[in-house]
């Protein structure tokens, strides 16, 4: 579990202390450090857009479909809760695919307990729980990938 969630996390995180621990040092002469301020609040700004759009989007899913307000936030909390469990099963494989079994089945489970509800609405539901999941994941993959040859790129550059 560990090793999945705070990738991007660790990449800013490790960009302000090489920064902020050169400058210290004196690596870095006056206004010069490793990754410009910039290209740093650039990697910041993909990093917490990366989760709001991991909190957001199996939510997103779900009220699309015509989910109930307890439907979005099963969604929300069986996406947690399915990727926890998923990477104890299969770590990094699991946790996508529990995450979006645990948002869709919470999301289509408790849209079903509400009165004039069928299974069919319910599965669209979880249905689009789930696809909201796997949208993250693209969406956060792009951000990280973007986050990565931003660093790469600054390190080596001169702005």
């Known amino acids: ?3 999945t969630l705070p990738g991007l996390w660790l990449l800013t995180a490790s960009t302000l202390l090489a920064n902020l621990i050169g400058y210290w040092l004196g690596f870095w002469p006056g206004d010069d450090p490793l990754v410009s301020w910039w290209a740093f609040g650039a990697i910041l700004g993909c ?3 990366s989760d709001v759009v991991d909190w ?5 899913g779900a009220k699309r479909m015509g989910g109930t307000r307890g439907a979005m936030i099963a969604a929300f909390v069986g996406g947690i809760i399915g990727a926890i469990a998923g990477t104890l099963m299969l770590p990094l494989i699991g946790t996508l ?4 079994v ?3 089945l ?3 489970l408790i849209h079903r307990t509400t009165p004039d509800q069928d299974w069919k609405r319910s599965a669209k539901v979880g249905a689009g729980a789930s696809a909201g999941w796997f949208a993250a994941v693209v969406v956060k993959f792009v951000l ?5 040859v931003l660093l790469i790129i600054a390190a080596w550059s001169e702005w």
């Open 102 to 104: 645990g948002a869709g």
């Open 47 to 49: 990093t917490l857009t």
């Open 144 to 148: 990280c990938t973007c986050s990565a």
């Open 56 to 60: 957001s989007a199996g939510v997103l």
């Open 106 to 108: 919470a999301a289509a």
């Open 97 to 100: 695919v529990g995450g979006a």
């Open 1 to 3: 579990m560990l090793v």
